[in-house]
Every structure is written in C-alpha cells, then in structure tokens.
C-alpha cells in the first residue's frame, strides 16, 4: 500500500442527486410563491371560487364573503351550481337554496344580482321557494316571489310551497304565498291539501288563514280523511276543529273505512271533540264498515276517557 496517497471520494448515485435537486427546486419555487403572493397582496393570487364556498357563504349569511366570491367573473358560473353526493344533507341544493333556508334575504339579492336563477330545482323538485317557505322566512319568500320564483312549482311528490308553509313553516311566509296567490287546493301526492297539512301540524292560526283564503274544508285525502277528521282524530286543539266547523266542514264525512269524525274523536277518548261535533249535528247512530258505532269506539278504550265519553254518546243516543 502507498502511502500518502489521497483517497478517491465516491460519487453519489445518479438517482440520489437527482431526488435532491427535485427536492431543493420545489421549496425554492414555493418559497417564490409565497413571497409573490405576500408582495402582490391578498386576493391576486387567489384561486377561482368553488361552489362549495359559495354554498357555505350563503348558508350562513355572510354577505361579506359572498361580495368578495362573486366579485369573481368565474363565479357567474357557479352562482347556480348544485352540491353533489359528497354532502348528502345538501345534495342537489344550490347557492340560492342554501341562503333561503337560512332565511337570508340580503345573500339572495347578492346571488340573484349574480345572475342565480330563482326557479332551479334539486332532483327531488325542491326550489329556493320551497326551503324559504319551510324553513326561512317571510322576507326570503318575498324576495324570491319578486324575482320571478314559481309560487305553485312542484316537488316529485307534488308538494308546493304552500304545503311546507302550511306544515312547518313561519305564518307570515305562508301569508306571503297566499298573498302571491298559490292554490290552496292543491294536492300532494297523497290527496293532502295545505289545510290538512296544517291541521296535522296542530297549527290553528295557518288553518285559520287557509280557510280565510277559500281553502275547501270539505276536501278529503287518499283515504278519505278530512281536516276535520283529522283535527278530531289528533292531537290539535278542540279550538282548530271549532273553527273548521264554523267554515262548514262536513262533519259526518267518512273515511275509506266508514269511520266518522266522531268515531274518531270517541278512538281518542275526548270528550271536547265530541261535545264539539254533537252540539254542531254529527250522527252518533253512524256505523263505519265493520258495524261499529262511536259509541262502539269509546267503550273498546275500557279507560276512564272512553268511559266519559261513551257516557256522553249514550245520552246523546237516548239511552
């Protein structure tokens, strides 16, 4: 071996030499990145909005973020984009949808100025009016109507903003719809009317104004179910079926099954109801299909309810 001889470095392997060079060259062009967008301010280097931002900005109402999204001439092409399957609560629902459930009046004059149209539709039929008049509110209903929204469009199972009001929405928003002139006859999928659906709802003051509006009380559903035997058969105050009585509900009208209003006031074992329909004419001698009376009715309770009311009928039958 010779000494003092220098030792010859080993070179490094091409594939290591050319990781590294990748490395080193991304960090400097994000390292560029960076101070580009720190030198040319906030907003030159941001992307294109994304529906998704705007759905979000409207939901919550914030006009703030919205201004600034829509101030993007790329948003025009978003402004009515729908969600896809990656959200499933909102699947389907657009920008415009997302601010009238929230009841954000100011959010749908921004995206409707924005070119949103007012009458687009999830696949299941809903409109921006249908989520205002549900779950909104009357202002959001008004700002629709006034920019062309159909009060009458259908959902697939043919229910309208005036049902969803009528159901479970704000009085005022249901006022507006009546005010724009939507049928309050309409029927959904299963014969109901906007009345029933109120009525379901134990919603006295919508019922009411309904009925104001024309709403027929006489109508029956599917199974031939009244609002009145509806109202007498659940939960909504002795008040609601009052009223219907007094707008000439008929108060003998049987169902599918020959069941009365009364047979089924008699089922619940209250004596309110059937005080109620007695003292406005119901027949207490009615027999449904399977030959039962409501008399017949009360007494299958075996509680003190059915017995109090079985009581009152039996007077009522002379016995």
């Known amino acids: 071996m010779t ?45 294109a909005p994304r529906a998704g931002s705007l759905h979000a900005a409207a939901a919550a ?38 601010a009238a459930m929230g009841g954000h009046a100011e959010a749908l004059a921004l995206l409707l100025d924005a070119g949103a149209r007012p009458n687009e ?61 939507a049928n309050v006859d309409a029927r959904n999928k ?5 009345l029933m659906l109120a009525v379901i709802a134990g919603e006295e003051d919508k019922a009411a104004a309904l009925v104001r509006a024309g709403a027929s ?6 199974e031939g179910l009244t609002a009145a035997a509806i109202a007498a058969a659940g939960p909504s105050p002795p008040s609601l079926l009052a009223a219907l009585i007094a707008g000439g509900a008929d108060i003998d009208a049987p169902d599918a099954d020959g069941v009365t209003p009364l047979m089924k006031a008699a089922d619940r074992g209250d004596l309110e109801k059937i005080v109620l329909l007695l003292d406005a004419g119901a027949d207490p001698a009615a027999i449904d299909k399977a030959g039962r009376t409501a008399l017949d009715w009360a007494l299958a309770r075996d509680d003190d309810l059915g017995r109090q009311a079985a009581a009152a009928l039996s007077e009522a039958l002379g016995r």
Request: aromatic share 4%; net charge negative; with cysteine.
């Open 61 to 98: 109402g914030d006009t703030e973020s919205l201004r600034r999204a829509l101030a993007d001439p790329l948003a025009a092409a978003l402004v009515s984009q729908p969600l896809d399957a990656s959200e499933p609560a909102r699947a389907g629902m657009t920008p415009l949808m997302c």
């Open 3 to 47: 000494t003092g001889a220098k030792s010859k470095p080993h070179a490094l392997p091409l594939a290591v030499v050319v990781a590294c060079l990748l490395i080193a060259g991304g960090l400097v062009y994000y390292a560029v990145q960076e101070l580009s967008a720190s030198i040319e301010g906030p907003g030159t280097a941001q992307a």
């Open 217 to 222: 009380v006489s109508a029956a559903d599917a």
């Open 121 to 181: 539709s999830t696949p299941d039929g809903r409109t921006a009016l249908y989520f205002a008049a549900g779950w909104g509110d009357a202002a959001a209903v008004r700002r629709l109507l006034d920019a062309g929204a159909r009060v009458d469009a259908r959902t697939t199972d043919n229910w309208t903003a005036l049902m969803i009001a009528a159901g479970r929405g704000e009085p005022a928003a249901l006022a507006e719809l009546l005010a724009a002139g």
């Open 190 to 194: 299963w014969g109901q009317t906007a």
